[in-house]
């Protein structure tokens, strides 16, 4: 299958659902709505919302506007994400998805607001499931959700990245790093996908599996690209973790090493998800779009 193309559906039907739902741009108060949009709807390739919109309806044949307001809230709390994670007091970046940061546009305080505005009302959206889902699944959506943006997910790994700036780490550290700050959401997405699905403890267990080891490699592949990146495909500054002499696995194993561990997750990913057959086509081959991204 072109998964390129299968990806820019997939984001085209996410793009038309985060305009909808995000306040109109002149809706008070108004710097604060035009804050949120400007940095939601400045693209991206939308891989978290699509991999929970695969997951039900490819494995579980859900509708896909059923799930629609999770794979929303998934994508602004992946936003909300990246506005403080860019902000002077954390990676200190000008540039994300080629357009100037949040905070060089509407200065910190918004930008910082933003951000909180796009995390809470993520949780609104969830509540919108009920009609269409057992009150059992909403609350478990909302708490993957929770577990994968907080402290026990990506704050977790943020704080841990924070901490081990400058200093030497263990390779069980950095696991727990890059296992957590970008790990831990793309695994909430997928398993909200499965809870959706009303997917048995055997198939949820195997998303699992799929789901860290993807999260796993494309934080790998990040590291990677962050040393011989394309500035230019890439949308952003590239040798920031190298400045800021931050814990990446081409520092603790080598470039091709790196390489190498990427490409055996997305192998372990793969493997886990046999039990689906012909219907998990579609996850297979964005494991595999993850680990071929440009390097």
């Not at 629609?68 to 602004?76: D, K, Q, R, T, Y």
């Not at 997910?153 to 790093?177: H, K, P, R, T």
């Amino acid at each position: 299958m072109n998964i390129k193309e299968f990806i820019s559906q997939k984001a085209e039907v996410i793009n038309e659902a985060l305009s909808d739902y995000l306040p109109a741009k002149n809706e008070k108060p108004k710097t604060l709505s035009q804050a949120m949009r400007y940095s939601v709807l400045a693209g991206g390739k939308r891989l978290r919302p699509v991999l929970t919109l695969t997951v039900a309806t490819e494995l579980f044949a859900k509708q896909e506007e059923t799930v629609l307001p999770a794979a929303v809230a998934l994508e602004m709390v992946h936003n909300y994400s990246l506005i403080h994670d860019d902000l002077p007091c954390m990676d200190d970046d000008n540039y994300r998805r080629g357009k100037l940061t949040n905070h060089k546009v509407f200065g910190d305080a918004i930008a910082v607001l933003a951000g909180d505005a796009l995390l809470t009302y993520a949780f609104e959206l969830l509540t919108q499931l009920k009609g269409d889902f057992t009150a059992e699944q909403v609350v478990e959506v909302n708490r993957e959700l929770a577990q994968g943006a907080g402290w026990q997910g990506m704050v977790g790994g943020q704080v841990a990245d924070i901490i081990a700036q400058g200093n030497s780490v263990s390779s069980e550290e950095l696991e727990y790093i890059h296992s957590h700050k970008t790990g831990a959401l793309l695994k909430a997405a997928v398993r909200i996908g499965g809870i959706l699905g009303e997917a048995d403890a055997e198939e949820l267990a195997a998303l699992t599996v799929y789901a860290q080891n993807i999260g796993l490699s494309f934080q790998i592949v990040d590291d990677i690209l962050d040393i011989v990146g394309d500035e230019e495909k890439l949308g952003k500054d590239i040798g920031s973790d190298l400045d800021q002499e931050k814990a990446t696995f081409p520092e603790v194993y080598g470039l091709e090493e790196s390489k190498s561990m990427a490409r055996e997750k997305i192998a372990t990913a793969k493997e886990a998800l046999s039990i689906f057959g012909e219907p998990a086509q579609p996850l297979l081959a964005l494991a595999d779009y993850i680990v071929a991204r440009d390097y």
